[in-house]
């Protein structure tokens, strides 16, 4: 069984790929099959289970107009505080089941007496590179786009004094649930300054399939005239998926900008939508 599910992963990744590297042509299904070396039914049927819509339409999905659609139709604008969750930890803990932050002291000692667990793991949107304290999830690059070397540079230099330890197996049941069935049940330790992690929480509201804007964000923390503070603040989320920075746009529909690579923000996009058509 998980051989098989690690095969059918490695099959849609190479479609993915091959699908974004040519986001203005329609490649058909046989074309697609005939590079994984499966008949068209197959792979048809293999990639359906897989992201609950069919090749065409997640090469629908795909397309840069998509940002624009998803901004008229599945647009959170996060108008109160009631509704990010500000106002209690109630609505956060529907989100994620657990979560907290470390204090702002202890942020500014850049990780001094932190020990972070950190490995390397398959994801649905390329290697990724996960690390995590004893009270959960802290860190999550991709580096499909940016290379390995800089996604484990990135997120040490976030926490320069802190002591890092690889070790996946510590983490594996917590990245399992992150890249699984049930994201919600990994818990995440927020590492950042107060302001980052006001607007982090606001990203946490945002639910899966949907997007909002960067001055909604700014909007829904306080601070509506702070729009550049929360793309800045949006960029330096370090735990990429979980907290949704990629759900975030520009009020014009264009995508902004991605720490780890627009084609990722796009792939987590398109896979997102297709999962909640499905």
Not at 56 to 80: C, F, I, N, S
Not at 82 to 94: E, F, M, N, T, W
Not at 110 to 131: C, H, K, N, R
């Amino acid at each position: 069984m998980e051989q098989n599910r690690s095969y059918h992963f490695q099959i849609m990744r190479r479609a993915i790929d091959l699908i974004d590297a040519q986001p203005g042509v329609a490649l058909s299904l046989e074309a697609l099959a005939a590079e994984m070396n499966l008949s068209p039914a197959h792979f048809q049927r293999v990639f359906s289970q897989w992201v609950g819509v069919s090749p065409k339409r997640y090469h629908q999905y795909l397309t840069l107009d998509q940002a624009k659609e998803l901004l008229r139709e599945r647009h959170t604008t996060l108008e109160t505080a009631d509704a990010v969750g500000l106002s209690g930890s109630g609505r956060l803990h529907d989100l994620f089941l657990r979560w907290e932050a470390m204090s702002p002291g202890d942020y500014a000692k850049g990780g001094e007496g932190l020990t972070i667990f950190w490995g390397w793991f398959d994801s649905p949107f390329g290697p990724a590179l996960v690390m995590g304290t004893g009270k959960g999830i802290c860190g999550i690059g991709f580096s499909a786009e940016t290379g390995e070397a800089h996604a484990m540079s990135d997120l040490t230099s976030r926490w320069p004094k802190a002591r890092y330890v690889e070790d996946a197996e510590r983490l594996r049941p917590w990245v399992e649930a992150a890249f699984g069935a049930e994201p919600a049940s990994a818990p995440l330790f927020l590492i950042g300054a107060p302001f980052q992690i006001k607007v982090w929480e606001a990203l946490l509201a945002i639910p899966s399939g949907h997007v909002t804007t960067y001055s909604d964000i700014a909007d829904a923390i306080g601070h509506p005239k702070a729009v550049r503070a929360v793309g800045t603040a949006v960029g330096r989320n370090p735990i990429s998926l979980l907290i949704p920075c990629h759900r975030a746009l520009r009020k014009s529909g264009g995508l902004g900008g991605y720490h780890w690579g627009l084609p990722v923000k796009r792939a987590i996009l398109a896979y997102e939508s297709a999962r909640l058509e499905a």
